[in-house]
């Protein structure tokens, strides 16, 4: 997805609006509250892998004002300053050389690391450490479960998704703990595994061109995404923890 503009495009114009995006950004917000306490925003927070800037703008309608990003892709930097966000070009292979000695609050990277070798996500993850200021917080979402892979990972370049189990081990070997993790969304995970498996068995059938394909960023219409939001919302307050989704939520601390 790194050099697909027409993908950064498509997030860009649907990013606020659709309903997984408006779920992923709240989740992220109240985590936020949760760690740090309602009404706490003199947080310096950084956006790794921040695409094009939805999180920022989210966090900055909140009332979040010390806020920076970085990716490596050109077309995301662009279409977030398109946004007036504090966005450059960064590295999470090489995380200490964005703002070499900055240091952050909050640390957020969503549905980024997936790009990674196992040694590469612990060096980003000890990378996000080193950023790390006191019972500060690092915040990840990512791919989860390989039945959920369907034509949006082969879309966006994704090439594996995790369970819980790897994130534990990426923590320890970095020197982070889990807080709080989740899947999500545990109620939708049924539908969206039987079009992922549908999916796949056309890619099989060879009865879909993988040479051109679209993500699922696309918005479904008022009604539908209203009703999506509406029902994973709902699940977050009945299951704060699903043990299954095609989504992995975790937030991390430094272990001492």
């Not at 056309?202 to 509406?230: A, Y």
Request: hydrophobic share 40%; aromatic share 12%.
């Amino acid at each position: 997805m790194i050099d697909n503009r027409l993908e950064y495009q498509r997030m860009y114009e649907v990013e606020r609006m659709l309903w997984w995006y408006q779920v992923l950004h709240e989740k992220v917000l109240n985590a936020i509250k949760a760690h740090f306490g309602i009404g706490k925003h003199n947080l310096k927070i950084l956006d790794a892998a921040c695409g094009t800037g939805g999180l920022l703008s989210f966090l900055t309608d909140a009332g979040y004002a010390d806020l920076a990003g970085f990716d490596y892709s050109q077309h995301a930097i662009d279409f977030s300053r398109e946004r007036n966000l504090n966005v450059g070009f960064g590295d999470l292979k090489n995380v200490n050389a964005f703002q070499p000695g900055e240091t952050f609050d909050l640390i957020s990277c969503n549905d980024a690391l997936y790009f990674l070798t196992d040694e590469e996500i612990i060096q980003a993850l000890a990378g996000f450490k080193r950023k790390l200021n006191k019972n500060g917080l690092i915040i990840i979402n990512i791919h989860a479960f390989e039945a959920f892979s369907g034509t949006h990972d082969l879309a966006v370049g994704s090439f594996r998704r995790f369970k819980l189990e790897q994130f534990i081990h990426y923590a320890k070997a970095s020197g982070l703990v889990i807080k709080h993790n989740t899947y999500w969304p545990f109620a939708l995970s049924l539908p969206i595994l039987a079009v992922r498996q549908w999916q796949n068995y056309q890619i099989r059938k060879q009865k879909i061109n993988t040479e051109h394909l679209d993500s699922d960023v696309k918005f479904p219409g008022k009604l539908v995404n209203s009703i999506l939001k509406g029902i994973t919302k709902t699940e977050q307050l009945l299951i704060p923890r699903a043990p299954f989704g095609s989504s992995l939520f975790m937030t991390l601390v430094c272990k001492d």
